[in-house]
């Protein structure tokens, strides 16, 4: 696929498969965990370093998971992703079979160490998000370095940061890309796939200096409120919550929702109900 349509040249082909090769034969990559069994190729260390390294070759790729423009047919946008079929798969094998799982921190040797973990995306433009609660069935750069993403936003002056965390028993994976990038200081975590979701805590749009964090975790409430679900606050608890010392704050419990947050999510059901039927809320409400 790289080669044949003139993509890359041979001897930059040659050149990053000897680098595969010797990364494919480091320790650090014989210690990766096995999820479903068998042992990492070349092939994939191969995948993961094209898309972590040529940056134009990323780009392609990630455009071939979504239609261009946006009433662009079924048969031509699977006809441009079969231009990368083999590519694409290798790396779906690489965050399914030999990613880490969300709800565990690993260290250096790839032990576990803990759970929960934040994942920043920085993107170049502003955008509408349907729904606080996503699945991102394309190729997915995150970071967990806030640094690294306030740069990415910031590249045209008008980007935002999106933070990412997984929700309440997710079984999300992804691909640790940092021993195998270029780029080993942006700490990139890859996901790939959608089949899990990852909810938006926040959105931060540094330019304007605004971060919308508490509105966000009221839309979370609410929406987890019309799902069904248990919400569980994940939020730190802040300093003043500390020094009050209530059993809620004991190590692995999670604190109570703030009482601004709760006017928030009382404020939003009413918008809510008010949106859909004006008059049924009305007749109630008074």
């Known amino acids: 696929e790289m080669i044949a349509d003139g993509k890359l040249h041979i001897d930059a082909w040659d050149a990053w498969?000897?680098?595969a090769e010797q990364h494919h034969e480091t320790k650090h990559c014989k210690r990766i965990p096995k999820y479903l069994g068998g042992v990492i190729s070349v092939d994939h260390v191969l995948a993961v370093m094209l898309y972590c390294g040529v940056?134009?070759?990323?780009?392609?790729?990630?455009?071939?998971?979504?239609k261009i423009p946006s009433n662009e047919t079924d048969e031509s946008i699977i006809s441009?992703?079969?231009?990368?079929?083999?590519?694409a798969r290798i790396l779906k094998?690489?965050?399914?079979?030999?990613?880490?799982?969300?709800n565990m921190r690993?260290?250096?040797?790839?032990?576990?160490?803990?759970?929960?973990?934040?994942?920043?995306?920085?993107i170049d433009t502003h955008m509408l998000f349907e729904s606080t609660i996503a699945r991102f069935?394309?190729?997915?750069?995150?970071?967990?370095?806030?640094?690294?993403s306030l740069v990415f936003a910031n590249q045209k002056g008008d980007g935002l940061i999106i933070h990412l965390q997984n929700?309440?028993?997710s079984q999300a994976r992804y691909f640790d890309c940092a021993w195998l990038s270029e780029f080993a200081y942006e700490s990139e975590k890859f996901f790939l796939g959608g089949e899990q979701a990852l909810v938006i805590k926040n959105i931060i749009a540094p330019r304007l200096k605004q971060n919308y964090g508490i509105y966000m975790e009221a839309l979370n409430i609410l929406q987890q409120m019309f799902r069904g679900e248990m919400y569980k606050n994940t939020a730190p608890p802040t300093k003043k919550q500390r020094r009050k010392k209530k059993?809620?704050?004991r190590p692995g419990a999670s604190p109570p929702i703030d009482k601004y947050m709760k006017k928030c999510v009382v404020a939003l059901f009413h918008h809510e109900m008010h949106r859909h039927k004006p008059e049924e809320y009305e007749k109630y409400h008074n």
């Not at 690993?106 to 920085?122: A, E, P, Q, R």
């Open 247 to 249: 059993k809620s704050y």
């Open 93 to 102: 094998e690489a965050v399914d079979k030999f990613g880490c799982d969300i």
């Open 106 to 122: 690993y260290d250096k040797d790839l032990k576990i160490t803990s759970g929960h973990k934040v994942f920043y995306h920085g």
């Open 80 to 87: 441009r992703h079969s231009e990368y079929e083999h590519w």
């Open 55 to 66: 940056d134009w070759l990323q780009r392609y790729l990630t455009e071939t998971y979504r």
């Open 137 to 148: 069935h394309g190729p997915l750069s995150t970071s967990s370095a806030y640094e690294v």
């Open 17 to 19: 498969v000897i680098k």
């Open 167 to 169: 929700l309440v028993d």
